[in-house]
């Protein structure tokens, strides 16, 4: 059974760096074709695709944030960090963190509860 | 950046009536495209791979179709459980983009 879920601040500063993780059960981020990608959610808005890291440490971000961006894997704990720098209000949202076996178009298949960030001061 | 645009954004519809989503992307994306449903405070779930393959699982009454770059999701027999949003998704490229949503309402 796989399962994810998402940990961290649940309130940031302006100018802080929020730290997530997404700590997972079901599958190991070694196996050959396996990723984890980030998926956020402002409030009442669209989901928005955030980057992904794949079994290789292969990774992919979005242009809007790849500067501020970046995700790294554990694999013997079972875990993939997000680090997000210099957060501003435009940051909150629900964060996800979601699995694909990597099987023919990537299907995000499994995702974790999500964990929501406030951006204040 | 491959855009992905949804229409309608949102729909009001009855148990039983059959609803259809379109989902456009800005180039060609083969047959790469997800769609999702998300109800509200819930992470979204998979519905449709491959634009037109039915997760395991999902009732038969979602169906998907398309390539290119139109694709739909069409529910036949819309029930209670179905009032939600859905999403698609292009992985053809990255960033892989989501559309923006379409709600569907109780009429």
């Known amino acids: 059974q796989i399962t994810l879920k998402e940990s961290g601040p649940t309130l940031v500063r302006p100018k802080e760096t929020l730290a997530l993780t997404c700590s997972f059960s079901?599958?190991?981020?070694?196996?050959?074709?396996?990723?984890v990608a980030w998926v956020r959610q402002s409030p009442g808005g669209a989901l928005e695709w955030l980057g992904i890291?794949?079994?290789?440490?292969?990774?992919r971000y979005s242009p809007s944030l790849q500067s501020r961006l970046t995700f790294s894997k554990d694999t013997s704990k079972s875990q993939v960090v997000l680090s997000l720098t210099n957060v501003g209000p435009m940051d909150t949202a629900t964060y996800y963190c979601?699995?694909?076996?990597?099987?023919?178009?990537?299907?995000?298949?499994?995702w974790g509860q999500g964990t929501l960030v406030t951006v204040s001061s | 950046d491959i855009q992905m645009t949804q229409s309608p954004s949102s729909l009001s519809a009855s148990v039983g009536d059959r609803v259809i989503i379109t989902c456009r992307a800005s180039?060609?994306?083969?047959?790469?495209l997800t769609w999702f449903q998300q109800k509200p405070g819930r992470a979204p779930k998979l519905l449709i791979y491959?634009?037109?393959n039915l997760h395991s699982g999902v009732p038969s009454r979602f169906s998907g179709g398309g390539s290119g770059t139109d694709f739909t999701l069409t529910i036949n027999s819309l029930q209670l459980d179905d009032f939600a949003t859905y999403y698609c998704?292009?992985?053809?490229?990255?960033?892989?983009?989501f559309g923006g949503g379409t709600k569907v309402d109780v009429k």
């Open positions: 890291v794949y079994w290789d440490n292969d990774k």
């Open positions: 180039q060609s994306i083969s047959g790469y």
């Open positions: 079901g599958f190991s981020l070694s196996t050959i074709g396996v990723a």
């Open positions: 998704q292009q992985s053809y490229t990255a960033p892989y983009t």
């Open positions: 491959a634009a037109s």
């Open positions: 979601a699995y694909t076996s990597g099987l023919f178009t990537e299907p995000l298949d499994h």
